[in-house]
């Protein structure tokens, strides 16, 4: 009823409102046929793990033309090695299968924190041809299980210990 309520209600300033779902599960699929029958007011935003074909929450959203459903994939071992192959390989930095796995190990859940922590690789490597194993832990951060919401959810929730091991992993 809730989310009924916020997906429909007015803007106190004007304009649509956004309702961000995290975790979006059974609980949210029960609410979405109230909302799937009427274009709501305002956008609602459901986030949600993995979802299979036959999930209810996809087979809710995507044939109602008013709702959407955006799926995005986790990096798994070959699109880092792509990743690895566009950023590093591409200037001429050459590592072996020993520096790819640590990257791998390293890298994976944030597209772009991935790139940066590359980038950042491979301007350390300036002028030389080839990564090294050293080169890649003096460097790189672990990024594969860390987000910026990881350091939010730590200051919100009053983790401040968590907060400032968040910070020090994403700076």
Not at 136 to 155: F, I, Q, R, T, Y
Request: proline share 3%; glycine share 8%; charged share 25%.
């Amino acid at each position: 009823a809730r989310l009924v309520d916020e997906a429909q209600s007015l803007s106190l300033v004007g304009g649509r409102r956004g309702v961000w779902v995290e975790n979006a599960g059974n609980g949210f699929l029960k609410a979405m046929p109230l909302l799937a029958k009427d274009k709501p007011g305002n956008l609602v935003v459901a986030e949600a793990g993995s979802l299979a074909k036959s999930s209810g929450l996809r087979n809710l959203f995507e044939p109602a033309p008013h709702l959407w459903i955006v799926p995005c994939y986790e990096d798994s071992a070959i699109d880092l090695e792509r990743l690895i192959a566009e950023e590093l390989d591409a200037k001429g930095l050459a590592t072996d299968m020993e520096v790819r796995q640590a990257l791998i190990d390293l890298l994976g859940a944030d597209r772009r924190m991935s790139r940066q922590e590359l980038a950042k690789l491979a301007l350390y490597c300036h002028g030389r041809t080839q990564v090294t194993l050293a080169d890649v832990e003096a460097v790189c951060g672990d990024v594969a299980e860390l987000s910026a919401d990881d350091l939010l959810n730590a200051v919100f929730d009053g983790q401040l210990a968590d907060a400032d091991d968040a910070f020090m992993r994403l700076r």
